[in-house]
């Protein structure tokens, strides 16, 4: 497997988590995104939206991190990333869509707007923008908050479910948002950080067991993979392997 990733992504540290927890060995390849490699002609062979991540697989083409995740997760079943009874797989789904159409889009603005590296990056975010986001995290939060109640994980066993939550609440607490008032998701959150998947996750995508610090120039130590090639040697590979897909 070649997994295609940016520094500072959440959405790239979504797959990473999920890839690192099904135990799937890889080849982690960063995309540096200031240099536009994300728009090259090779890369927009595998993700025409020049987005990332992307994962390709013996000739399996996937880029969104859920899509990647739960592919991860029924190649890999040992790793229990997914229910085994249809109902257990689709209230674990439903947490994925309740991410990326409600917690995403709350959370953004707001880290966007708090933490101070990530402002140096995309600048200041529009103030409208950023209340809108606080407005929806009142509505979203306590649903996860409750949800949790009596049980360590979202649907009771970790799941891929947690996996798409967790890289970006992480960034919503580290940009100092208060979670005191949903104390129970605040305890999944020390929970998750504290798997080793996800460890080695932000330290690939953030240079950091916590997200933050300097971002090192290599990343990747700890993937079954192997290191991460740097440079252009990172660069190359992709090329020969968008040649095929």
Not at 46 to 57: C, F, S, T, Y
Not at 79 to 100: C, H, K, M, N, Y
Not at 110 to 135: M, Q, S
């Amino acid at each position: 497997m070649d997994f295609y990733y940016g520094r500072n992504s959440g959405n790239s540290a979504r797959a990473a988590f999920g890839l690192f927890e099904s135990g799937a060995p890889f080849d982690p390849r960063q995309l540096n995104i200031k240099a536009n490699q994300n728009r090259e002609p090779a890369y927009l062979a595998i993700n025409p939206m020049g987005k990332i991540p992307a994962l390709v697989d013996e000739g399996i083409v996937l880029w969104e991190s859920n899509a990647i995740n739960w592919y991860v997760a029924e190649r890999y079943p040992t790793s229990g990333l997914l229910p085994d009874s249809i109902e257990g797989r689709a209230a674990v789904q439903r947490w994925l869509f309740f991410q990326t159409a409600h917690m995403s889009p709350g959370c953004v603005p707001v880290f966007r707007a708090t933490d101070p590296r990530l402002r140096a990056a995309f600048g200041e975010p529009d103030a409208r923008d950023v209340e809108r986001g606080r407005t929806e995290l009142e509505r979203f939060l306590p649903v996860l908050d409750r949800q949790l109640e009596g049980r360590d994980w979202l649907e009771r066993r970790f799941s891929v479910a947690d996996i798409a939550h967790t890289p970006h609440l992480v960034m919503l607490a580290g940009g100092g948002f208060d979670l005191s008032a949903y104390p129970r998701l605040a305890a999944w959150l020390e929970r998750v950080q504290a798997r080793p998947g996800w460890r080695k996750a932000s330290e690939l995508i953030y240079g950091s067991a916590s997200c933050s610090g300097e971002v090192p120039q290599r990343a990747g130590k700890g993937c079954r993979g192997g290191d991460l090639p740097g440079g252009t040697g990172s660069w190359a590979a992709l090329s020969s392997i968008a040649t095929v897909t």
